[in-house]
């Protein structure tokens, strides 16, 4: 959501004549996107910004905290950083162009939700050329008991079919490839009569983009008529990202995910007869309040029997303000949460490798995004799971899709030749 919230900004700032610069040292206005999701995003971002505020070179150089750290900080961040020029929460930061045009010299703080939906109206721009997300809503209904999203972008909303078709049919005039749709828990997409299934056969419809992928799916609102466009939808991209959370039912009651393991499991068992060799990915959370051994072992014994492709696998962290900072003692201790989190990430490791060996001889449809970061003669690219694909070939493959056979795999990488 922060990538797709970038790539927004990008064009707001494009569109008021703003220029972006190679690195922040040379750059008029710097911004800096945060995330709150965990703490250490929030460790990460805050040092971030004070290596940033070092760049100022003059009072005309601005520095803007904007994102989640910026709506859930306001003000307190101005204490932390007296550098910072502009504070501007998840729903604001589009307002970036207008206010700097505004700018008096004085610090600007807005955190205000759920005011302004102009971005809906602004065409996504991202990095990546060929690959673009595209927001079709923002927010969560959902208030898991861990989670801090809801507090910091407010309840669902949901853009019109006809502006994501606009912007998708845009982005194919522009030469992407690729479009991810994002929003907190895109099953839960409504708009009129229009599902989320409705939507993505809208967009196979009434656009010639080539590839469609999607983020974030919640198991406990991912459908049958979802899961069957994996078996009839070839432009729709083999991959699922399903966060499981926990292996163990009382700990994702207590967790408020509101689905058991017997329906994740069903959920699984429905998008491999869709389409069988679909990667599916997850996010686990070892550590949460009460969590036992045993219940630690249930995560583990889930994830070796899903077989994930890979996993985002985190130490319980309180967000203040949620539920469950609110209700449950983090009682689990430090050490106990790091050996769990260990022993799990050495476990989906070597998951992964088995997962990605499956891979060698099989071809696949590659999308050429750029180079390897360590040697430019070698093409990067995803898959149609998502998985990285690095390959020689001395022909210029960049923005194309092209077949690639898998030679080797590690557990995050894929090597392989075109055919
Ligand atoms: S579904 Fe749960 S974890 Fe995901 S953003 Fe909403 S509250 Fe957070």
């Given at each position: 959501?922060n990538?797709?919230?970038?790539?927004i900004?990008?064009?707001?700032?494009?569109?008021?004549?703003?220029?972006?610069?190679?690195?922040?040292?040379?750059a008029?206005?710097?911004?800096?996107?945060?995330?709150?999701?965990?703490?250490?995003?929030?460790?990460r971002?805050?040092?971030?910004?004070r290596?940033?505020s070092r760049?100022?070179?003059?009072?005309?150089?601005?520095?803007?905290?904007?994102?989640c750290?910026?709506?859930?900080?306001?003000?307190t961040?101005?204490?932390?950083?007296?550098?910072?020029?502009?504070?501007?929460?998840?729903?604001?930061?589009?307002?970036?162009?207008?206010?700097?045009?505004?700018?008096?010299?004085?610090?600007?703080?807005?955190?205000?939700?759920g005011?302004?939906l102009?971005?809906?109206?602004?065409?996504?721009?991202?990095?990546?050329?060929f690959?673009?997300?595209?927001?079709?809503?923002?927010?969560?209904n959902?208030?898991?008991a861990y989670?801090?999203?809801?507090?910091?972008?407010?309840?669902?909303r949901?853009?019109?079919?006809?502006?994501?078709?606009?912007?998708?049919?845009?982005?194919?005039?522009?030469?992407v490839?690729?479009?991810?749709?994002?929003?907190?828990?895109?099953?839960s997409?409504?708009?009129?009569?229009?599902?989320?299934p409705d939507?993505i056969?809208?967009v196979?419809?009434?656009?010639?983009?080539?590839?469609?992928?999607f983020?974030?799916s919640?198991?406990?609102?991912?459908?049958?008529?979802?899961?069957?466009?994996?078996?009839?939808?070839?432009?729709?991209?083999?991959?699922?990202?399903l966060?499981?959370?926990?292996?163990s039912?009382?700990?994702?009651?207590?967790?408020?995910?509101?689905?058991?393991?017997?329906?994740?499991?069903?959920?699984?068992?429905?998008?491999r007869?869709?389409?069988?060799?679909?990667?599916l990915?997850?996010?686990?959370i070892?550590?949460?309040?009460?969590?036992?051994?045993?219940?630690?072992e249930?995560?583990?014994?889930?994830v070796?029997?899903?077989?994930?492709d890979?996993?985002?696998?985190?130490?319980?962290s309180v967000?203040?303000?949620?539920?469950?900072?609110?209700?449950?003692?983090?009682?689990?201790?430090?050490?106990?949460?790091?050996?769990?989190?260990?022993?799990?990430?050495?476990?989906?490791?070597?998951?992964?490798?088995?997962?990605?060996?499956?891979?060698?001889?099989?071809?696949?449809?590659?999308?050429?995004d750029?180079?390897?970061?360590?040697?430019?003669?070698?093409?990067?690219?995803?898959?149609?799971?998502?998985?990285?694909?690095?390959?020689?070939?001395?022909?210029?493959l960049?923005?194309q899709?092209?077949?690639?056979?898998?030679?080797?795999?590690d557990?995050?990488?894929?090597?392989g030749?075109?055919?």
């Amino acid at each position: 959501m922060n990538l797709a919230d970038s790539g927004i900004l990008s064009t707001a700032m494009e569109a008021a004549g703003y220029q972006p610069v190679p690195e922040p040292e040379k750059a008029g206005v710097i911004i800096l996107n945060t995330c709150s999701v965990r703490e250490k995003a929030e460790v990460r971002a805050l040092g971030r910004l004070r290596e940033l505020s070092r760049l100022k070179r003059d009072q005309e150089t601005c520095l803007c905290a904007i994102g989640c750290m910026a709506q859930r900080m306001g003000d307190t961040l101005i204490k932390e950083i007296p550098a910072i020029d502009f504070i501007l929460g998840t729903e604001r930061l589009f307002e970036l162009p207008r206010l700097l045009a505004q700018r008096n010299g004085l610090p600007v703080v807005d955190t205000e939700l759920g005011a302004d939906l102009s971005w809906a109206e602004l065409p996504p721009s991202s990095d990546n050329a060929f690959s673009v997300h595209v927001t079709i809503s923002r927010g969560c209904n959902n208030y898991c008991a861990y989670c801090i999203v809801p507090y910091l972008r407010g309840p669902e909303r949901h853009r019109l079919p006809k502006a994501i078709i606009e912007d998708v049919n845009h982005l194919v005039e522009k030469g992407v490839t690729e479009v991810t749709l994002v929003g907190q828990n895109v099953n839960s997409y409504e708009s009129g009569e229009v599902s989320f299934p409705d939507l993505i056969q809208l967009v196979i419809r009434e656009t010639d983009i080539q590839r469609i992928r999607f983020i974030t799916s919640h198991p406990k609102d991912i459908s049958g008529e979802l899961i069957s466009l994996f078996a009839t939808e070839p432009r729709l991209m083999g991959h699922v990202h399903l966060a499981l959370q926990s292996g163990s039912d009382r700990i994702l009651e207590k967790m408020f995910r509101r689905y058991n393991i017997l329906h994740f499991q069903n959920r699984i068992d429905q998008l491999r007869q869709a389409r069988s060799d679909i990667a599916l990915t997850t996010d686990l959370i070892v550590g949460f309040p009460t969590e036992t051994e045993e219940e630690f072992e249930m995560t583990l014994e889930a994830v070796r029997r899903i077989h994930f492709d890979g996993a985002y696998m985190f130490r319980y962290s309180v967000r203040s303000g949620t539920w469950a900072a609110k209700n449950l003692i983090d009682d689990i201790p430090e050490a106990d949460k790091l050996r769990r989190l260990k022993k799990l990430i050495a476990s989906q490791k070597e998951i992964s490798f088995e997962v990605n060996q499956e891979e060698i001889g099989r071809v696949r449809s590659v999308l050429v995004d750029g180079t390897s970061r360590r040697d430019q003669n070698v093409w990067k690219g995803k898959t149609e799971g998502n998985k990285t694909i690095l390959f020689r070939n001395d022909d210029d493959l960049l923005g194309q899709v092209v077949p690639v056979r898998v030679l080797r795999a590690d557990s995050w990488t894929l090597h392989g030749e075109t055919v």
